[in-house]
């Protein structure tokens, strides 16, 4: 897996746009028949995404983690973005349709990923971070996550967060996990922005036609840069940086977040005059 260091924010201020891909942005998760996973220093936080097509494909990396397995001092969230899959973890069978959501905990030996119909295959989205006890597996489907509706037409901004992994909803940890849908007609996400040094988070933008445009924009509220992002491209938000996104036309993206703390609302909004 490729591994990716932490950066300074002060040092960012005279990258490249090549260097900033290369530090922020996962372009190439998913390949067919593939597993990648990128492992990011900001809380030790793991994104992967896995196409299963004729055969399962293993959830390990023990070269990297120095572990015996995967989950040995981990939890997961996986969610799919492709076609209906399954999950087995430890010979128990999990089936996941599109933005079905699977949590697995502490302790688990053996995940691997399968498509139903290898012609069509799923696509596992996961991020995994660091953890201390064993929480249940738990499976939730997108109709029982936890839906908050947030903005509205005439600021372009009228979406739905759904929460799957967090206090109220599925127990873990530290991960939170949860899916943003935008209206048609809606292309833009959390602004006003925000920022949560206590906790990074990991965006992945999909559901995009292909050659439709994110435009995601980072960095620190008075230095802030963009990364033009593709469908199923991934990006890494470190704690010090705002995270918003601007599209071409409406599209949906995945947050999880690992950190200090547990509660989605520990945010410090921008002031729109602080942002430059
Ligand atoms: O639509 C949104 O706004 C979000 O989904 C925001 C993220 O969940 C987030 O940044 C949580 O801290
Ligand atoms: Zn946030």
């Known amino acids: 897996m490729e591994i990716r260091h932490t950066t300074n924010p ?21 390949v067919a028949g593939e597993m990648n996973m990128v492992y990011s220093h900001y809380d030790r936080v793991v994104t992967g995404g896995a196409i299963p ?27 799919n973005i492709g076609a209906n899959g399954k999950v087995m973890v430890d010979g128990e069978e999990y089936t996941l349709a599109k933005r079905d959501c699977l949590y697995v905990g502490l ?8 498509s139903v119909d290898p012609s069509e295959p799923a696509k596992f989205y996961f991020v995994s971070s660091l953890a201390h006890k064993n929480y249940p597996t738990k499976k939730i489907p997108i109709e029982d996550a936890t839906p908050i509706k947030l903005g509205s ?10 929460q799957y992994i967090h206090n109220d909803g599925i127990q873990s940890c530290q991960l939170m996990l949860g899916m943003t849908l935008l209206e048609p007609n809606n292309m833009w996400n959390t602004m006003p922005a925000h920022l949560h040094d206590r ?23 008075s230095e802030t840069r963009h990364l033009v992002v593709k469908n199923e491209q991934a990006v ?29 609302t520990d945010q410090d909004p921008v002031n729109m005059n602080d942002l430059k």
């Open 107 to 114: 302790g688990n030996k053996e995940v691997t990923f399968h």
């Open 236 to 264: 890494l938000s470190p704690p010090w940086s705002i995270h918003s996104g601007v599209g071409t036309n409406n599209y949906t993206f995945i947050w999880a977040m690992a950190g200090e703390n547990y509660t989605f």
């Open 53 to 79: 097509t004729s055969s399962p494909v293993l959830l390990e990396d023990k070269e990297t983690l120095k572990t015996d397995y995967f989950l040995e001092r981990r939890e997961v969230g996986i969610i």
């Open 153 to 162: 037409d005439s600021q372009s901004n009228n979406r739905t967060i759904y």
């Open 10 to 30: 002060t040092d960012m201020r005279q990258y490249t746009t090549e260097r900033l891909r290369s530090e922020f942005l996962m372009e190439s998760l998913f």
């Open 199 to 221: 906790r990074m988070e990991v965006y992945l933008y999909f559901d995009l036609d292909q050659d439709a445009r994110v435009f995601h924009l980072m960095g620190e509220p």
